[in-house]
């Protein structure tokens, strides 16, 4: 499942969140670490096995209670950092290993580890992976704004496209769900952009 076949909605909100803008960010965003994602996917594998996720209306209540929100609380501001970073920068990204790891983390886990902190970043800062996404945006005199909803976008998409094959989902419900979720972009995008840094994950 990716944009092409899904159409790209156009979330409501102006030139910043037109259509052409976000379908042209959204490869940006391709071999990212699923990230947040990655906790979603599999707390939609154990309510579905549980049947409290079992069709369109259970998934567009988990996408906006509790998917959308964690979103716009955790990774969209560190996207926010990420093209303030790219900015500042000037097109160039410092190499970044993350955060020191435990002592007592094993092998598998440091790797999973390093492999989130290069792609979305940690609690507070962006990983390189998604500053060099900002950079390239820049480069293409993208919306910032624009930016952010291509990344929402990816994010609702790759846990749609997980849930379509468990709640067997057609694809025009697939992207009605994801049309839905996309409305609410302006908003969250707004709310992302007025983040201090000191308000991350607080």
Do not use: H
Not at 133 to 145: G, K, L, N
Request: glycine share 8%; charged share 25%.
């Amino acid at each position: 499942m990716n944009g092409e076949t899904l159409k790209t909605p156009r979330p409501a909100g102006g030139a910043a969140f037109s259509t052409l803008w976000v379908a042209k960010l959204i490869p940006l965003f391709d071999g990212f670490d699923l990230g947040n994602v990655g906790r979603w996917t599999n707390a939609l594998d154990g309510l579905a096995c549980q049947g409290r996720v079992d069709d369109r209306a259970a998934l567009m209540m988990l996408l906006s209670e509790r998917v959308l929100p964690a979103l716009a609380r955790e990774e969209l501001p560190l996207a926010v950092r990420a093209w303030e970073a790219a900015g500042a920068s000037g097109g160039e990204v410092a190499p970044d290993s993350g955060a020191a790891a435990p002592a007592a983390e094993t092998t598998t886990v440091r790797r999973r580890r390093a492999t989130r902190a290069e792609s979305v970043g940690d609690a507070t800062r962006p990983g390189p992976a998604v500053v060099r996404a900002a950079v390239e945006a820049r480069r293409m005199e993208a919306p910032c704004e624009a930016f952010l909803a291509a990344l929402l976008y990816d994010r609702v998409t790759r846990l749609v496209g997980r849930a379509a094959g468990m709640l067997l989902l057609s694809e025009k419900t697939c992207r009605e769900v994801i049309k839905s979720s996309l409305e609410r972009a302006p908003k969250l995008v707004e709310a992302a952009l007025l983040l201090q840094p000191e308000q991350l994950n607080a």
